[in-house]
DNA sequence: GTGAAAGCGCTAACAA
DNA sequence: TTGTTAGCGCTTTCAC
């Protein structure tokens, strides 16, 4: 009689079904897995013997059920559309698989309740450390993150006082780094096209920043000077056009990030105004791109904690897995993108 | 006697909690959460008032034990750091989280062993479904893919006759339409900048699109003129340095990327090539940044399926979220970007 | 419509 | 060093 082969139903293979192939009970199978140096060789090489053979992989879901450690980090970013966020959350993502762990990502576009959502998402999926993009976050937020006692750590920004995990850059000593730089030009009448400030305290802050510079040269940053504008090209283009268009228009423009520089050297070239020239503009953050600049934009160091892994280092040392972490990353520098400063003209700009 | 209040050691809420407080059992609570509508209005009332009180969230690891399933998808792309699989990403990331879903990220920064990790990381995980970059994997991870049925899908590119749930587009007929485009203005001497193949169909696919052109042109696309780089603009400054140092330069390049276009035309603008008049250039893709190149580049439509969402309205379907999928995001437009084309010179390229 | 009880696959005391 | 025994918090038959 012809035995009938039946492919079995891909059941899932189980610790008891490796333990019983090894002869030995679950709980050793399961500490072969986990505390390998707690069992004697013979045992723990028939255990893996048998595991390897039965292409055996461990239950994340149950492990983390059993042990409420999901090894599972959750970042809550603004958009990956914006090239920064999404090479932070990129090197992020390195530092964090390095250690073992894996990465959840939500965006929110802005949004401080999307942000709430997603946090409370990630809390019940039982992630063990969170990462939130800036200072200014919902107080229900908030609230979660203290109740929870979750390890988690703000980035981008830092202010002094703080006593929350942050990393990052002051962004308002930025602004105010800028704004300086210009002032020793010779500037003193200077525009900004800023990020749009609403649910963005990085934004808000070099805003701060400049102003108050402005403030103890005994200079003023007059409303018509500020626009706020998308990170974007046509966010730049824009916001030169407004500046210009008013009826004393600024020697200097302070972009909110490369991407605005781009878009309002683009529109300088457009209309014939020589950068720098006749109007000198400055960028912010060390994007790779920003060297399509012309003229090519300085550059000025600014110091940055923790650039390198996004706030991952801080969060693993949370979570107490201190041994493989090397203290050398732990700072590195944030470039901040300057037009060479000419010293300001009477200028064509009015046209 | 002053009573002393213990701050509680915030011990978890449980379904227990809230059924007890609710005055049912721990069943008739999970109910109340998954099938409303099996219950009696008057006690669905009083499970959803205690657990709104206690504050209740679900714990998403039990259920997914008990389940089976984790509403978590899991996607491993090349790298964040490259702008295209960044916004892809985060399409996907947006489409999912409307369903209910959270999106895991790991990179394998084209490294295909990384990927198959990757992907065993995601599946011990517990993910219900996967999303891959290009259509070129290793055959482990071939193999985990079928003997576990994971639901996936395999994304930016597309080939005839594959077999397997692909999105995105076909890059080789991409290619050979940009030769084409090429030879149509009259150029018979085209090199290309393109990405590096290892690893990456996308780049192999898109160069083979123009060496086919090319032969069914009768012409040849010569060694000499072909070199690889990467998808930066560094990447395009090299190649076109590369390609303009041979003995007889080509009259047209091809670039991998919009990123290498780039490039390529900053390196000809400092070399005073005049483009499109002594050199043609043409990009690939759609990144809005590409609008700085200058000269501007013209565009060609070339279709994409579902470059939208990235794979995650296939992935939702095959998960069975059908209802709530709106058919028309289905198809969308990836744009091609050539420069307008002269024809050939001669020229001073060999200076 | 609701409850009791049996798991999902694993880890972690506690014993032996 | 290894095994036994309880769970982790939820869903899901199967009775009632």
Redesign the pocket.
């Known amino acids: 009689m012809a035995k009938i082969t039946h492919t079995n139903p891909r059941r899932?293979i189980?610790?008891?079904d490796i333990a019983r192939k090894a002869g030995?009970?679950?709980?050793?199978a399961?500490r072969a897995?986990?505390l390998p140096d707690?069992?004697?060789k013979?045992?723990l090489e028939r255990v893996r013997r048998a595991s390897k053979l039965m292409g055996y992989v461990?239950?994340g879901v149950?492990?983390a059920?059993?042990?409420g450690k999901t090894h599972t980090i959750g970042a809550v970013i603004p958009t990956l559309d914006n090239a920064i966020y999404a090479v932070s959350t990129g090197s992020l993502e390195r530092r964090l698989e390095q250690a073992g762990y894996l990465l959840l990502v939500a965006c929110h576009e802005f949004n401080l309740h999307t942000e709430t959502k997603a946090v409370r998402a990630f809390l019940g999926r039982g992630i063990d450390g969170i990462v939130l993009v800036g200072l200014a976050h919902a107080p229900e937020t908030i609230r979660l993150l203290d109740e929870t006692r979750i390890p988690y750590v703000l980035t981008w920004n830092i202010r002094p006082g703080i006593r929350r995990p942050v990393v990052g850059f002051n962004n308002r000593n930025a602004g105010r780094v800028i704004a300086e730089h210009l002032l020793r030009l010779g500037h003193r009448r200077i525009g900004m096209i800023a990020g749009i400030t609403k649910f963005n305290d990085r934004a808000a802050d070099r805003l701060a920043g400049v102003r108050q510079a402005l403030l103890d040269a005994g200079l003023r940053l007059p409303s018509e000077l500020v626009v706020e504008h998308p990170y974007s090209l046509d966010g730049g283009t824009e916001g030169l056009a407004l500046l210009l268009s008013r009826q004393r228009p600024p020697t200097a423009i302070i972009c909110g990030n490369d991407i605005i520089a781009l878009g309002a050297l683009r529109e300088a070239h457009i209309r014939n105004i020589n950068i720098p020239r006749e109007l000198s503009v400055t960028g912010f953050d060390d994007m790779p791109i920003a060297e399509l600049g012309n003229p090519p934009l300085t550059t000025v160091h600014f110091p940055m904690v923790e650039v390198g892994t996004h706030g991952g280092t801080t969060l693993l040392r949370a979570l107490g897995e201190t041994e493989d972490i090397p203290k050398t990353e732990l700072s590195l520098r944030l470039v901040v993108r300057k037009s060479t400063g000419p010293p300001p003209s009477r200028s064509k700009l009015t046209r």
Not at 24 to 28: E, G
């Open positions: 899932r189980t610790l008891d030995v009970s679950k709980a050793t399961s897995l986990t707690k069992l004697s013979s045992t461990s239950h149950a492990r059920l059993a042990t």
